[in-house]
């Protein structure tokens, strides 16, 4: 499985960027997509995810309302529209696949194999 992530770059504060996941290499239908962040000196966090066969996607509380995960089947894609963004919101974002992942449980960095590279999303005030 490889995943790509790209998209990031620099926005200001209330903006608005969306980052995509390009996955490949098997058949993901059965599989659940993550969108994790880290900032510098601080410890990897959930963001939002979804699963590939359906459902809208579940989010991290500090990303309610303002951000949203969705997905391209056709093209393997996933996508995160990230608006009024806000300078908290500056860390390398990357995007995780495994399967077999269900409920909160897609909340948890540590239980996803399949990682993609990062891209930077840097929000300035």
């Known amino acids: 499985v490889q995943l790509q992530a790209s998209g990031g770059g620099l926005v200001q504060a209330g903006g608005s960027l969306r980052i995509s996941c390009v996955a490949s290499g098997r058949t993901f239908s059965n599989y659940v997509m993550g969108w994790f962040r880290q900032a510098p000196g601080k410890e990897r966090e959930f963001v939002a995810a979804?699963?590939?066969?359906?459902?809208?996607?579940d989010y991290a509380d500090s990303v309610k309302g303002r951000f949203t995960i969705s997905r391209d089947n056709g093209i393997n894609t996933v996508y995160l529209q990230m608006n009024s963004l806000k300078p908290e919101d500056t860390a390398v974002y990357y995007c995780?696949?495994?399967?077999?992942?269900?409920?909160?449980?897609?909340?948890?960095?540590?239980?996803?194999?399949?990682w993609g590279q990062g891209t930077l999303v840097t929000v300035s005030s």
């Open positions: 995780a696949a495994d399967r077999g992942i269900y409920g909160r449980n897609v909340m948890d960095a540590r239980l996803y194999v399949y």
């Open positions: 979804v699963r590939w066969s359906g459902g809208s996607g």
